[in-house]
Antibody, heavy 125, light 110 residues
Framework: QVQLVQSGAEVKKPGASVKVSCKASGYTFTSYGINWVRQAPGQGLEWMGWISTYTGRTNYARNVQGRVTMTTDTSTGAAYMELRSLRSDDTAVYYC??????????????????WGQGTLVTVSS | QSVLSQPPSASGTPGQRVTMSCSGSTSNIGSNYGYWYQRLPGTAPKLLIFRNSQRPSGVPDRVSASKSGTSASLAISGLRSEDEGDYYCASWDDSLSGWVFGGGTKLTVL
């Protein structure tokens, strides 16, 4: 079955960087794009961006553009999200989520049909 | 805050029908599909509804959804205790060129 397993919780100081991994299994990794979504305490879900696991092309949300980098390792079937210059309001649970429809381009009608278990990133001095 | 607006809470008794609303604008729900995700306590979000009203396999037909203009709604009939959790609406936003979510509605089964 489709499974996305994320790396463990992280505690970082303001200004530092964090890199979260998402290991996929149960399907052909390069056929489906991966999204990253976060949820700060007491807040709603926030989409951070998308990466094509086939081409490596990315599409970042405006509010994190310039601080985020999404990459993949097709040899291991893993996706990564690195966030730099961390601030206290980056404290959140970070999720990876797979595109519902197999595609190599970002689509406005592609839901997120499988999610990782979430990674808590705490930014505190 | 969130681009899509959802009431913070909803409740019902077992067996009842409960509805949840999601209000957007012409740049998101008004011109794109609506989606719904369910997050039960201690779990990751799960896709509940895609393309306004389609259910993924495994989602029971007591769950339904619709879209009208710039709003979407989710209905759960035959309410059960295991339905208790948070429900989030989502849509693509043409102005932001990205996905937007609601703040979530916490469903309590009394």
């Amino acid at each position: 079955q489709v499974q996305l397993v994320q790396s463990g919780a992280e505690v970082k100081k303001p200004g530092a960087s964090v890199k979260v991994s998402c290991k996929a299994s149960g399907y052909t990794f390069t056929s489906y794009g991966i999204n990253w979504v976060r949820q700060a305490p007491g807040q709603g879900l926030e989409w951070m961006g998308w990466i094509s696991t086939y081409t490596g092309r990315t599409n970042y949300a405006r509010n994190v553009q310039g601080r985020v980098t999404m990459t993949t390792d097709t040899s291991t079937g893993a996706a990564y999200m690195e966030l730099r210059s961390l601030r206290s309001d980056d404290t959140a649970v970070y999720y990876c989520a797979r595109d519902q429809v197999a595609t190599t381009v970002m689509r406005a009608d592609n839901a997120f049909d499988a999610w990782g278990q979430g990674t808590l990133v705490t930014v505190s001095s | 805050q969130s681009v899509l607006s959802q009431p913070p809470s909803a409740s019902g008794t077992p067996g009842q029908r409960v509805t949840m609303s999601c209000s957007g604008s012409t740049s998101n729900i008004g011109s794109n599909y609506g989606y719904w995700y369910q997050r039960l306590p201690g779990t990751a979000p799960k896709l509940l509804i895609f393309r306004n009203s389609q259910r993924p396999s495994g989602v029971p037909d007591r769950v339904s959804a619709s879209k009208s203009g710039t709003s979407a709604s989710l209905a759960i009939s035959g309410l059960r205790s295991e339905d208790e959790g948070d429900y989030y609406c989502a849509s693509w936003d043409d102005s932001l060129s990205g996905w937007v979510f609601g703040g979530g509605t916490k469903l309590t089964v009394l």
